[in-house]
Each structure stands twice: as structure tokens, then as C-alpha cells.
């Protein structure tokens, strides 16, 4: 099946033998998509029943979109804050200023 754009418009049922077509049920609540009804499309292939079953699934997406982002940064926000303790403990010490006056002799 993969590789053939016709095989993308059907998946196998696990029940019987007949292939399912994609646009047979609804993708949230699995109504089943028939007669002459609307279809409420979302990324180009997920159907829906309704603008409320598309809405629904578009805010749990931007919900989901939203944590991941929110997990990147927070990854990023770690990741910099370990590369600059890293840098800090491995860098040498600053040079110290030492105020000499001539004719002193200054050990260290």
C-alpha cells in the first residue's frame, strides 16, 4: 500500500475484509460521514462532521503546539544556561589588578 496516492484514501478495518475510505467517518467523534451532508475538511485530508467536531480538533492541535513550543524553549533555556556553567568553570580565572608602586617586588 505505501507509495500508491490511491492507497492513501483507504486503511484496512480490522473487523472485515472491505477497505474503510477515508472520508467514511468523522476523525474526532467517528460519526459516520454519509448522504449528502457537509464535509468539514482540516489539513487538507482529516474530515470532519461539523465546524464544531474541526474546531475542537484545531484547538487541541494548537493546544498541543503550543506545550511543545513551550517545552522547546524551556529545553533551550536549560541548554544555554548549562553551556555558560560550563564555559564559567572552565575558563581561567580573570587576572586580578594589583596597584604596584615602583621599587616594590610583588610575589604571587
Not at 451532508?37 to 498541543?64: H, K, L, N, V, W
Not at 506545550?67 to 555558560?84: H, I, T
Given at each position: 500500500m505505501v507509495?500508491?496516492?490511491?492507497s ?5 478495518r480490522?473487523s472485515?475484509d ?6 467514511d467517518?468523522c ?5 459516520p460521514l454519509?448522504g449528502?451532508?457537509d464535509?468539514?475538511m482540516?489539513?487538507?485530508?482529516t ?5 464544531e467536531c474541526?474546531q475542537?480538533?484545531?484547538e487541541?492541535?494548537e493546544a ?7 517545552s522547546f524553549?524551556a529545553?533551550s533555556?536549560k541548554e ?9 568553570a572552565t575558563?581561567?580565572?580573570k587576572a586580578?589588578?594589583f ?10
Amino acid at each position: 500500500m505505501v507509495g500508491s496516492p490511491r492507497s492513501r484514501l483507504y486503511c484496512e478495518r480490522l473487523s472485515d475484509d472491505e477497505p474503510h475510505h477515508f472520508l467514511d467517518s468523522c476523525f474526532l467523534c467517528k460519526k459516520p460521514l454519509t448522504g449528502n451532508r457537509d464535509i468539514f475538511m482540516y489539513r487538507g485530508d482529516t474530515p470532519f462532521c461539523s465546524e464544531e467536531c474541526r474546531q475542537e480538533q484545531i484547538e487541541m492541535d494548537e493546544a498541543m503546539e503550543k506545550k511543545w513550543k513551550l517545552s522547546f524553549e524551556a529545553a533551550s533555556r536549560k541548554e544555554k544556561q548549562a553551556q555558560n556553567q560550563k564555559s564559567n568553570a572552565t575558563s581561567p580565572p580573570k587576572a586580578q589588578k594589583f596597584h604596584v608602586h615602583a621599587g616594590t617586588v610583588v610575589a604571587s
